[in-house]
């Protein structure tokens, strides 16, 4: 299993924003190779330690983009996504305490 990563954003706070993109596609890939290099997803209750900062429901992780071959005529589609809402509020919130520093 292969996960590429490019460092977005440090946050003084100790969270970082990233783009990942994985080679392979296994599953809880990022969320594994992610708490192995000491960086685990905050709001992960199986590869990290409860978030006591912020009340998370699930994992901050989110598929801005999502390609496949479609399983009948093998075409190409691709998806995107915009950040859910609380993804946008989590990151405002780091940001204003970014300033405030």
């Given at each position: 299993?292969?996960?590429?990563?490019?460092?977005?954003?440090?946050?003084?706070?100790?969270?970082?924003?990233?783009?990942?993109?994985?080679?392979?596609?296994?599953?809880?890939?990022?969320?594994?190779?992610?708490?192995?290099?000491?960086?685990?997803?905050?709001?992960?209750e199986v590869y990290?330690?409860?978030?006591?900062?912020?009340?998370?429901?699930?994992?901050?992780?989110?598929?801005?983009?999502?390609?496949?071959?479609?399983?009948?005529?093998?075409?190409?589609?691709?998806?995107?996504?915009?950040?859910?809402?609380?993804?946008?509020?989590?990151?405002?919130?780091?940001?204003?305490?970014?300033k405030s520093i």
């Amino acid at each position: 299993a292969v996960t590429h990563f490019k460092v977005l954003k440090r946050y003084k706070e100790g969270y970082t924003l990233l783009e990942v993109k994985i080679d392979t596609g296994r599953t809880h890939q990022i969320r594994v190779h992610m708490s192995y290099i000491g960086h685990p997803l905050l709001g992960d209750e199986v590869y990290s330690k409860p978030d006591k900062n912020y009340k998370i429901k699930g994992q901050m992780l989110h598929a801005k983009t999502l390609g496949i071959n479609h399983p009948t005529s093998n075409k190409y589609m691709e998806f995107t996504s915009d950040l859910p809402e609380e993804f946008e509020n989590l990151l405002k919130t780091l940001e204003n305490k970014e300033k405030s520093i």
